[in-house]
């Protein structure tokens, strides 16, 4: 039987056991873990108790994740928009809404399964349920994924991205209007202390993380701006433009406020990836324009600052 055990922290004292389980896996309901509560696939302190059951600071809970997800990935006949293959590598362009791969609450239906079903070879060094998959984008941020379909491409690959050589640039409209041309925003990132679903900026015990943003497109209240990673920390962009008090739009995590433009999650896009092709050697440069629904928040802005002038 595989386990998960975590323990209770100062900040989750006197919580429910269920809700302390819904913030810890967002993915599955209340509901969800209240059923394999019931059955004892949790379990606080080697007990079984009520899905109402008040936590203490440093219980122990064991979770039985054999009941949570499957054993093995199941090919899927998902539509994909590959828009660049050859024998070593292939590049997805993502749409928003769906996730990379296999996770709490999301067991089909993932990138993952897509892959199984329309590349007949996959890398396996990031193992069974992640084939392929070297890198990542958030659910709901759109745009080019890069997949290796053997694993020396995937060894290639990942050490261009350890390296900072391999080059993601994202466009992201963001909160508020930003009067510099371009910047640089440095600041380590860590599990946010009050949320298991955050980042932060965490300059004590935070991961470096580096982001440079120019400004393309100005707007009433909003500016467009294109962002590079020179590392490629969880949420990073979503945290740094939001810890320079620009957070990005329609973001249901690190946006204060209500969603003035666009409500279905962060207007994110990864429009461009540079890196060396892992056989020939040679720079790939590969592309994405922003989805409709991207260019008609901004269609709309744009007639918005017209009206004003």
């Not at 006197?14 to 379990?43: A, C, M």
């Not at 070879?121 to 998959?133: A, M, V, Y």
């Not at 709901?140 to 690959?157: E, P, W, Y």
């Not at 400004?215 to 979503?238: D, K, S």
Request: charged share 25%.
């Amino acid at each position: 039987m595989e386990t998960k055990t975590l323990f209770v922290s100062k900040i989750d004292h006197n919580r429910r056991l269920d809700l302390f389980l819904v913030e810890y896996q967002s993915e599955h309901s209340r509901s969800f873990w209240t059923n394999h509560i019931k059955r004892g696939s949790v379990l606080v302190n080697g007990l079984q108790v009520k899905a109402g059951h008040t936590l203490k600071e440093n219980d122990q809970i064991t979770i039985d994740l054999s009941e949570l997800a499957p054993t093995t990935l199941v090919s899927e006949n998902i539509p994909l928009t590959i828009v660049y293959e050859d024998e070593d590598v292939l590049v997805i362009d993502k749409p928003a809404g769906l996730v990379v791969h296999p996770g709490a609450g999301h067991h089909q239906g993932t990138l993952a399964n897509a892959l199984l079903h329309h590349a007949s070879q996959l890398s396996h060094i990031n193992g069974d349920f992640r084939p392929g998959i070297v890198h990542r984008i958030d659910k709901d941020t759109s745009g080019l994924l890069l997949v290796c379909k053997n694993d020396d491409a995937h060894r290639k690959i990942a050490a261009q991205l350890q390296k900072h050589t391999m080059q993601r640039t994202y466009l992201a409209l963001v909160q508020g209007e930003i009067r510099e041309e371009e910047g640089k925003i440095i600041a380590p990132l860590a599990r946010d202390k009050e949320s298991r679903l955050k980042q932060a900026v965490n300059l004590d015990h935070g991961k470096p993380a580096t982001t440079l943003f120019t400004v393309e497109e100005r707007f009433r209240g909003y500016t467009l701006v294109r962002c590079h990673l020179l590392t490629g920390r969880t949420h990073q962009i979503r945290v740094h433009m939001a810890f320079i008090s620009h957070p990005v739009e329609g973001d249901p995590l690190y946006q204060n406020g209500p969603h003035h433009l666009y409500k279905k999650g962060q207007l994110l896009h990864a429009t461009e990836l540079k890196f060396i092709h892992p056989r020939t050697g040679e720079e790939v440069v590969i592309n994405s324009p922003l989805p409709d629904y991207f260019v008609r928040v901004l269609n709309n802005l744009r007639m918005k600052n017209k009206s004003s002038l």
